[in-house]
C-alpha cells in the first residue's frame, strides 16, 4: 500500500509510480468518486469532447469558405499527384 502525505493546504502529490500504473501522464486530469465509508475511487479521466466539438474545431480560422467546385478542384489536383 501506497502512503502519502497531506499538506496543510490540503493537497497530495502522487508518486511517480502511481501515476504511472494510473496511466496518467502530467497536465491530464483525474477523476475522484467518494464511496461511503470514507473511501475513494481515483482514475484517469477520460476526454468528455462530442463530435460537435470537433466539427467546430476550425470554426472561423478560415478567411472565406471554400464553394464546392473550389474543393472538388483542390481534391482532384490532390488525387492527380499520388502515385
Known amino acids: 500500500m501506497t ?9 497530495v502529490t502522487f508518486r511517480k509510480n502511481v501515476l504511472q ?3 496518467i501522464k502530467p497536465g491530464e486530469k483525474i ?3 467518494l464511496l461511503p465509508e470514507g473511501r475513494a ?3 484517469s479521466a477520460q476526454p ?6 470537433f466539427i467546430g474545431l476550425l470554426a472561423g480560422k478560415t478567411k472565406k469558405p471554400l464553394t464546392i467546385e473550389e474543393m472538388n478542384e ?7 499527384r499520388k502515385k
Request: a negative charge; zero cysteines; glycine letters at 12%.
Open 3 to 11: 502512503k502519502l502525505t497531506v499538506t496543510a493546504r490540503g493537497q
Open 41 to 43: 475511487m481515483l482514475k
Open 48 to 53: 468528455s469532447g462530442t463530435i460537435d466539438d
Open 21 to 23: 500504473h494510473l496511466g
Open 31 to 33: 477523476e475522484l468518486d
Open 74 to 80: 483542390i481534391a482532384t489536383a490532390g488525387w492527380a
